[in-house]
Structure formats: C-alpha cells, structure tokens
C-alpha cells in the first residue's frame, strides 16, 4: 500500500532480524511479492530495505545472497553487527551491485554521552570510509532531533567533498575527502507531511525521507499517508523553485494543497500538532557569541 500510494521504498525495521514470530526468509519473500505488484500497478522503480544483521558473518551473507536471488537491490544492516563486519558487507553489496543503508542503531550508548564515548559526527566519517550508502544522520525536528547546526555538520561530513572550519557544526579542522564517495543522508523518526518546509530549510532536498508512523498513522489508510507525503513534497519543492518564502508560508502552503487535493490527504488537524516532546540530547559542542561592542 505504501509503494502504491507514491513512496519509492519500504523498509525493515532495524530491529528485525529473525524474531520466531517472522523469520527472514519469510519476510524477504512477502516483501518482494509486494515489491513486486507495487511495480506492476505503478510503472515505478521500488525497493524494499531489507535487514540481514545477524549474529555471524556466514548468517549476514546467506540472507544477502537469498536477497539478492529475490532480485532486491537494497539491503541494509545495523551499527550493532561491528565495524569489520560493516566495511565486509559494504564490499559484498558493491560487488553485488545493491544499494547498501546502514542504521545506526546502537549509536546512543556511546554517541550521546557527554562524559564518555564520541560524537555521532565520527561515526559518520567512519562509514563513509567503510563505504555504506545511506546513514539515519538526524531531522532536526521529529524523533532524531538535535542541534541545527549540528546535524548540518552530519550532513556535510557525509556530502561534501572538502570540509572546512566550522566550529559552531563540530568541524574543528578541515578535511579533505578527494574522491571517496558520498553517503546519502537518512532524516527519519517521528516525522511528517507537516514538517516538510522545515526539512527544506534545515537539512535540504539532498536527503532520503522516511515516514513511518507519519505514513501507516493516516487515519485513510496507508496508502493516504503515502500519498499525502508525496503531495506534500512535490508541493513545498513547486513553491521553492518559485521562489516562494516557503519557510514562513510552509503550513499555509500545505493547507492550500489540502484544499485542492482534498480532505482525504489532508485530514483537519491530522499532522499540524504533532510533536515529539522532550528534551534533546544531542546539543551543540560549540555555542557562538556574538563579539562584544568596543
């Protein structure tokens, strides 16, 4: 429904492997046949992010190769399997011709602790050297919030090639990448359709949207919520490209949209006050000040 409804991929949820109550031979085969008819009833490309994290390296690459001969081109794996067994399955996809995600699941143990461990923004260095295609770098707003200017400095440490100084984005010394190849960036968590101007302003449109709860929480079905992101794209990208402030007008620019695309993809009230709420974790390394008047 999902596919159907407009989004180019799906996904296993990072915490699946083979629980007894869906096993992963049985979940990749279910998962291509809707691949499949998505196809058939679209005319589009589409994926599904299937999750080969295993115990062992024997495990991961029986469930790529069982991937592969269902002829998926994506499969993902978790920060949890290890940094050699990350780069090992990062050589298997290229060499396989699949697209590689990587979740970072895990990463709080150690990356949102302030007394111990290492900033996210290293992790991300890491896997661009280990060579992954996508990594979950934050949203700013929804679940995986942070600091704005932080999470720029993710995003940059995966996209860019030469870094610069930029203490206020937790670059302290430059960098120069040369040719090694970029990671797409991954916002999702707790996010929606009514949220895509500040998407746009903080962190892009060089960036994979993910909407869970934000696609299957649409009260028509999964579908609706499928195709009420995808609306919500094209529409906020329309009034980019037109020079429109859609930063300022985002919601009104939605609410127009609701109003001709119809209340089925905008139902009254279905996204514009949902918020996660608590307090952030990931905060800035450095604060700027303004200097001091002589």
């Known amino acids: 429904e999902g596919l159907k409804g407009g989004l180019d991929f799906l996904k296993d949820d990072e915490n699946i492997n083979s629980q007894p109550f869906m096993r992963w031979k049985e979940r990749f085969l279910y998962s291509m046949e809707a691949v499949n008819r998505s196809i058939a009833a679209t ?32 499969i ?37 602790q302030k007394i111990h461990g290492m900033n996210f923004r290293v992790i991300c260095k890491w896997m661009r050297m280990a060579g992954v295609d996508h990594i979950h770098a ?34 302290f ?41 934000g696609t299957i929480g649409h009260p028509d079905g999964i579908q609706a ?12 990208l329309i009034a980019r490209n037109e020079g429109r402030d859609y930063v300022a007008e985002g919601p009104q620019i939605l609410r127009d949209a609701a109003k001709t695309r119809g209340p089925f993809l905008f139902p009254r009230g279905w ?14 390394d450095i604060i700027g000040t303004p200097p001091k008047n002589p």
């Open 43 to 74: 005319g589009e490309v589409k994926g599904h992010y299937m999750n080969v994290t295993a115990a062992t390296m024997e495990d991961m690459y029986e469930r790529a190769e069982f991937a592969k001969q269902l002829g998926t081109v994506i």
């Open 76 to 112: 993902m794996i978790d920060l949890v399997i290890g940094y050699t067994a990350i780069q090992t399955m990062a050589i298997w996809a290229r060499k396989n011709d699949m697209i590689f995600p990587f979740h970072r699941a895990g990463n709080s143990t150690y990356s949102r």
């Open 138 to 171: 934050g949203t700013v707003v929804g679940k995986l919030e942070g600091d704005p200017l932080m999470i720029r400095g993710f995003y940059n440490t995966l996209l860019e090639s030469y870094l610069a100084v930029n203490l206020p984005q937790g670059i």
């Open 173 to 213: 010394f430059e960098q120069d990448w040369a040719s090694l190849r970029k990671v797409t960036p991954v916002a999702s968590g707790g996010i929606h359709c009514g949220q895509m101007h500040q998407f746009f302003d903080n962190i892009g449109n060089d960036v994979v949207l993910q909407f869970g709860g």
């Open 225 to 236: 919520g499928a195709k009420t992101n995808s609306v919500a794209l094209e529409t906020l």
């Open 271 to 284: 996204w514009k006050d949902n918020t996660s709420n608590y307090t952030p974790t990931d905060t800035a």
